[in-house]
């Protein structure tokens, strides 16, 4: 199963990705969840960048670009395999980052790639 780390976890369950928690968990993947909201979803409590995870597959994005910039130093220092540009989260600029260093970026929503069997 894929490690994913979701950035922008949020405990509000109208948000895509207090969705995506779910279904990862309900699909068997383990999940961190890092976000500014206290809480927890899917079981897991909500945590603050900063603390990096060597063992993650994939990292799933739920901020824009406006805010991913802050983010950078700590995706490329978790390593993973892949990072999934969320419907309205395209930024070139990270995709372009993350190619430079040997990371894969998919423009994609991971709920579809769940339900279809494409995670």
Known sequence: MKKTLIIGASPD?????YKAA?????????????GIKRGEVAGVEIEKPGEIHNDIDTITLYIGPALQAQYHDYILKTKPKRVIFNPGTENYELEKL?????????????LVLLSTGQY
């Open 98 to 110: 993350l190619n430079a260093n040997g990371i894969e970026p998919l423009e994609a929503c991971t």
């Open 22 to 34: 779910n279904m990862l968990t309900r699909f068997n993947h383990d999940i961190v969840n890092v």
């Open 13 to 17: 369950s109208s948000r895509y990705s």
